[in-house]
């Protein structure tokens, strides 16, 4: 596959992160089937798993892609099995088959043995819903509602790759819950609706994730990977050329204080200046990777449970930086999108969904209508 012509292009991503540490983290016998939709025609697919935050090797039995109701067996280093070490990944061979543009196919694997179920992303939107199912059901054309389940919880696999026309490209929006929730999805909608057919968009979100901190207690570390450990391990991706971030939120919210929570120490709030200096690493390493980097505002919280003065003040002050700063190809400004215009601090009742820090589906899909044409066309 040296075809000048061609490239491999990222149709469909997700980032890797902690799972929630509950007794029941090991899973056994089961099939996880996660729908891709592929923006681009191509000839051949790869896959990426990774185990990026397990503490043990899991093994996957078997593999498929299922096109049009038939299934076409993943091998590695020509093998069915993989096994992937902790902290470690593993691409497929290329699997030659025609994928169409604007068609969506399913990805199935089979994890036979008990497989700690540590590496994973809560991710949801209108193309974001897998399944589950018990037994290998890997070449099953339809679960058995008696024996499967949906989630939104993907494990494991983290891209989908075609080999496609070297005029597709792939832009990688980064973040929080925020982007692990709908607006990515409604962005690869935009693209389809107002006909940007060689982009698509590949998400790497993982809530509660900080740019600055991490917890190292089994009672949070499901919040996330700081930066450093994310941002060079979930934004190279095949095809890419363009980071559109949106994180910090959770730097200016998440410290309480001892007294209200051991976890959370008001030492954990950065400066502005620090918090500046995590976007700029940001910016560093994108810019390394060749990348044009876009910054998206953040978001108006006021009515969320830590709201106060202070915080309301660190947050301008980060956008402001953000639409000041040279140092970036543009931004997206999030906060002037869905902020209430007669009460910036908070976003406009319909776009919030209640919490005060979440948009509703319609907040959702006005940030997908901000992102600049110059982003995705």
């Known amino acids: 596959m040296n075809n000048p012509s061609k490239h491999w292009a990222a149709v469909w991503g997700n980032a890797v992160s902690v799972?929630?540490?509950r007794p029941?983290?090991?899973?056994?016998n089961i099939t996880l089937r996660y729908p891709i939709y592929s923006h681009f025609e191509g000839s051949a697919v790869r896959l990426t798993f990774d185990n990026y935050c397990g503490t043990d090797a899991i093994t996957i039995a078997k593999t498929t892609v299922m096109i049009d109701d038939k299934f076409y067996t993943v091998l590695f280093d020509g093998k069915e099995s993989v096994t992937i070490p902790a902290g470690e990944n593993a691409v497929s061979d290329p699997l030659?088959?025609?994928?169409?543009?604007?068609?969506?196919?399913?990805?199935?694997?089979?994890?036979?043995?008990?497989?700690?179920?540590?590496s994973v992303v809560f991710t949801k939107g209108?193309?974001?819903?897998?399944?589950?199912?018990?037994?290998?059901?890997?070449?099953?054309?339809?679960?058995?509602?008696?024996?499967?389940?949906?989630?939104?919880?993907?494990?494991?696999?983290?891209?989908?790759?075609?080999?496609?026309?070297?005029?597709?490209?792939a832009v990688v929006v980064y973040g929080?819950?925020?982007t692990a929730q709908d607006w990515p999805d409604y962005l690869a909608m935009r693209c389809i609706d107002e006909g940007y057919n060689n982009t698509s968009i590949i998400r790497r979100a993982t809530s509660g994730s900080r740019i600055l901190r991490e917890y190292d207690c089994i009672v949070y570390e499901s919040y996330g990977l700081k930066g450093e450990k994310r941002f060079g391990h979930e934004v190279p991706t095949d095809g890419a050329d363009t980071v559109l971030i949106q994180q910090g939120i959770n730097d200016i919210i998440h410290p309480v204080g001892t007294e209200v929570n051991p976890y959370r120490p008001m030492s954990d709030l950065p400066t502005i200046e620090e918090l500046i200096d995590g976007m700029k690493y940001y910016i560093n390493l994108a810019r390394s990777y060749g990348y044009k980097v876009y910054v998206g505002t953040l978001l108006p919280v006021e009515g969320w449970r830590t709201y106060a003065d202070f915080r309301e003040e660190m947050r301008n002050q980060f956008n402001n930086w953000i639409r000041t700063t040279d140092l970036i190809d543009g931004y997206v400004d999030f906060d002037k999108a869905l902020a209430d215009p007669e009460r910036p601090t908070a976003?406009?009742?319909?776009?919030?969904?209640?919490?005060?820090?979440?948009?509703?589906?319609m907040g959702y899909k006005a940030m997908a209508d901000a992102v600049l044409r110059e982003i995705i066309e």
């Open 126 to 169: 209108p193309l974001s819903v897998g399944s589950y199912a018990l037994g290998n059901q890997t070449e099953t054309i339809l679960f058995d509602m008696w024996r499967s389940r949906t989630t939104h919880y993907f494990y494991f696999l983290s891209n989908v790759s075609v080999y496609t026309e070297s005029k597709n490209r």
């Open 176 to 178: 929080d819950s925020i």
């Open 19 to 21: 799972a929630e540490n």
């Open 24 to 28: 029941e983290t090991y899973s056994k």
């Open 347 to 361: 976003m406009l009742e319909k776009y919030d969904s209640g919490d005060h820090l979440h948009p509703s589906a």
């Open 96 to 118: 030659e088959c025609h994928i169409a543009a604007k068609r969506t196919f399913n990805v199935s694997f089979y994890l036979e043995d008990f497989t700690q179920m540590r």
